[in-house]
């Protein structure tokens, strides 16, 4: 059974999604209201999947899903946000999620967001993305196939990480990033970063 931490500082919102995921066949192995409390509860019942709130009392919902994907490479993060906006969404991205939904979306979403979130938690998804990337990526002529690679770098994913997450062999990353590398005009995986950040192709 998929264990899940939801972490949200509604307890409506909390009580609600409990009640839902239960009914799905989730197990709902604990509840946070605060970055802190969704800290200890994390690395105390060491989740399958996380669904978390970026708007959190005591810090972003970026910093925790940060936190949590650099201690865990196979933890599903599914941010579940009244943010509907492409910011927000290449933000969640590139700290580390594995799927962005609005709060106004059918339970049906979500469930597919945890599902996909279980399977490949590198690889994300989300409504909207490919829009969001093309916007970001255009002055570049990325694909999103190497926007995806791209942010996965700022977590010090390593390229064998990095195929496994996206499904894909070492080679096919390699040869991605050597394209990634020729397009930014950048020697290594820091100088993309680097330029990456300057163009806000990656959102901090």
């Known amino acids: 059974m998929t264990r899940v931490v939801i972490i949200d500082d509604h307890a409506v919102v909390r009580e609600g999604l409990h009640r839902a995921l239960a009914a799905h066949g989730y197990e709902i192995a604990a509840e946070a209201a605060t970055l802190a409390e969704a800290r200890a509860q994390i690395a105390h019942v060491n989740p399958d999947v996380i669904v978390v709130d970026l708007n959190l009392p005591d ?83 990325l694909t999103a196939r190497e926007f995806d690679v791209l942010g996965l770098l700022p977590s010090g994913a390593s390229t064998k990480e990095i195929a496994s997450g996206l499904f894909l062999s070492q080679a096919t990353i390699k040869t991605h990033l050597a394209s990634i590398f020729r397009k930014l005009e950048v020697a290594n995986r820091t100088a993309a970063v680097s330029k990456a950040r300057k163009h806000n192709l990656l959102v901090d």
């Open 59 to 141: 810090g972003s919902g970026f910093d925790l899903i940060s936190w949590a994907r650099g201690i865990s490479k196979t933890l599903g993060i599914v941010v579940l946000t009244l943010n509907d906006t492409d910011t927000h969404l290449l933000a969640a991205m590139q700290a580390g999620a594995s799927a962005y939904i609005v709060k106004s979306a059918p339970m049906i979403e979500l469930i597919a967001a945890i599902e996909h979130s279980t399977k490949s938690p590198l690889s994300f998804s989300a409504k909207g993305i490919s829009v969001a990337m093309k916007a970001a990526t255009q002055s570049f002529d």
